[in-house]
């Protein structure tokens, strides 16, 4: 009897291979699922290592006093291995109605198979995961991203973490800089094109979807954290039931090292003296509060980029487990907070930048126009990846929560949570268009500055091609009279002072053609003529 993951990979190996393509955008997670059908031809058994790839948050249904369900959150259930989730999922009782499934990092094909089987998880979620930047021998489908409206419960989340390394100040070489930026751009295509091909890539490591160089000191790497709902089963009374799935592209520990060993970095970053700045989402009061973030036992290493890959230790601490049950999209405030804290701390450091690159003391204004039009390029993608995620809570409000609320009514902390997402996007949107525009106005403002040190620089070398007309000048009588002179002083018996009188002379008529406007006298007759001419005619 097939295993169900087995099952799960034939149904979309058979969607890839579909005769009229639709299913085309599926066949690298078919050639991914390809590892598991070869290895249970052999082997029938789950992988028992163990990896923490995958925890789970479940809602258990509690009776309060007047029959109300209230909802409670239990702790974290950590999955070691297939094997183990397979052995616990089977062993839950139906009071676990609803549940938050966190995944972290790169997956292996057997994790896809049982997870995408046990929640009947839309292989299109899995899909998008495994989508990498095209290589240059492939030809891409270019069916992402995809429109809001058509995948209503499937969300894609931008989260940065900025990296910064101690340099000495003073000049910078921006040939440096622009080889770092190649050199990142080369390395990211090689750690792409290992995640697409899985070769040798351990489960649960972490991904990195973009890199940006903002100088010789700072860096961003760019993840996501996918999200999937798995479509309501409706219950007669006991409300719906739901999986929503959180896939963060930061593994199992997320660290200097860790980064370091991706090789996505360029040789100048490629040092353990780099730091990755934390994720800081401010909430009122929380600095008095510590204890409510060291409750469970641990206290977090400030060093290194712990907001994605801990974002699962201890989910749902500021939230309400009963709203969280009834309504997922509220269940996914903290997600929606650290991503959009993220993304502004990144617009902080571009803006912060921005002043040192019109800097005149330490860059040319070659090197400034450089380095400004690549912060034009980073704001253009953050603008487009922005516009994709804000376009899906705006849906959402438009459609009034269809498919996302298990009540009739919204829950008013529920609603509260969505108009401040939304209120955060349209922020993060407008602050990106104004960094733009001072991108803009910055460019605009250094290709006048040199185009004025151009005239500027033309108007020297006019003044100086004056000079040297004016030696020319000098030159060309005195040139003709020692020539002619040299060859006929013995025939003719010519004495110096004939020599004298004659350039003399020569130089008087130069410097009167230069100095009187033969041509402007001309010009000036011929106009007095044409108005004659004119009057002429009217007499």
């Known amino acids: 009897m097939k295993h169900a993951a087995v099952k799960y990979a034939e149904l979309v190996k058979e969607f890839s291979n579909l005769p009229d393509g639709r299913g085309a955008n599926h066949a690298l997670l078919a050639r991914f699922f390809g590892k598991l059908l070869q290895h249970w031809s052999t082997s029938p058994e789950l992988p028992q290592q163990a990896e923490d790839f995958a925890l789970s948050y479940i809602f258990y249904d509690s009776k309060a006093a ?57 292989s299109e979620f899995f899909m998008r995961f495994l989508h990498f ?18 995948t209503w419960n499937i969300l894609e989340f931008l989260i940065v973490t900025i990296g910064e390394r ?13 080889t770092m930026r190649k050199e990142a751009g080369l390395q990211l295509q090689v750690h792409h094109d290992l995640l697409r091909g899985n070769d040798g890539v351990a489960v649960a490591s972490s991904v990195v979807r973009d ?41 199992r520990t997320t660290s200097v090292k860790s980064i370091l060993d991706l090789n996505v970095l360029p040789k100048e970053f490629q040092t353990e003296a780099i730091s990755l700045l934390p994720v800081i989402d401010y909430k009122p009061s929380t600095a008095l509060a510590a204890q409510r973030y060291t409750s469970l036992g641990h206290v977090y290493p400030i060093k290194g980029a712990e907001a994605a890959s801990q974002l699962c230790d201890g989910y749902g601490r500021t939230l309400h487990e009963d709203v969280m049950a009834s309504d997922p999209l509220y269940a996914l405030t903290e997600v929606f907070n650290v991503t959009t804290a993220s993304v ?71 609603s509260q949570a969505a108009k401040s997402i939304l209120q955060r996007y349209e922020y993060l949107q407008t602050r990106v268009q104004k960094l733009q525009a001072q991108c803009q106005d910055a460019i605009s403002n250094l290709m006048n500055n040199i185009n004025l040190k151009e005239v500027r620089n033309s108007y020297e070398q006019s003044k100086r091609i004056g000079k040297l007309t004016f030696l020319a000048f000098l030159f060309a009588p005195l040139s003709f009279t020692t020539s002619f002179f040299a060859m006929n002083i013995g025939l003719q018996n010519l004495t110096l ?43």
């Not at 397979?86 to 292996?108: M, Q, W």
Request: glycine share 6%; hydrophobic share 40%.
């Open 344 to 414: 502004n701390q990144f617009l902080n450091l571009i803006e912060h930048k921005l002043s040192g690159f019109t800097d005149d003391e330490h860059y040319d204004d070659f090197d400034m126009l450089s380095n400004l039009r690549y912060s034009k390029d980073v704001l253009y993608r953050q603008q487009r990846q922005l516009e994709q995620v804000s376009a899906w809570p705006k849906l959402h409000q438009l459609l009034g929560g269809i498919g996302w609320r298990t009540t009739s009514t919204e829950d008013p902390k529920a």
């Open 133 to 150: 930047k095209p290589a240059r021998d492939t030809t891409p489908n270019y069916s992402l991203p995809a429109l809001p409206a058509a």
């Open 66 to 122: 007047q029959n109300e369900a209230r909802w409670t959150l239990n702790k974290a259930v950590k999955y070691e291995s297939c094997l183990d989730f397979v052995t616990k999922t089977n062993s839950e009782t139906s009071k676990s109605l609803s549940r938050l499934l966190f995944l972290r990092g790169f997956p292996s094909a057997e994790w896809l198979g049982v997870i995408g089987a046990r929640y009947r998880i839309d």
């Open 497 to 539: 002072k004939t020599w004298l009188a004659v350039t003399i002379g020569l130089l008087s008529i130069t410097f009167f053609l230069v100095v009187v406007n033969f041509s402007g006298w001309i010009k000036l007759l011929q106009n007095k003529m044409h108005h004659a001419t004119k009057k002429a005619r009217y007499l």
């Open 211 to 251: 890199i940006s160089i903002i100088d010789h000191s700072c860096f961003a790497l760019e993840q996501c954290i996918w999200i999937c709902l798995q479509p309501l089963l409706i219950k007669d009374s006991d409300g719906g039931r739901w999986t929503l799935v959180v896939w963060t592209d930061a593994g």
């Open 166 to 178: 101690k340099v000495l100040p003073g000049l910078v070489d921006q040939s440096t800089i622009n």
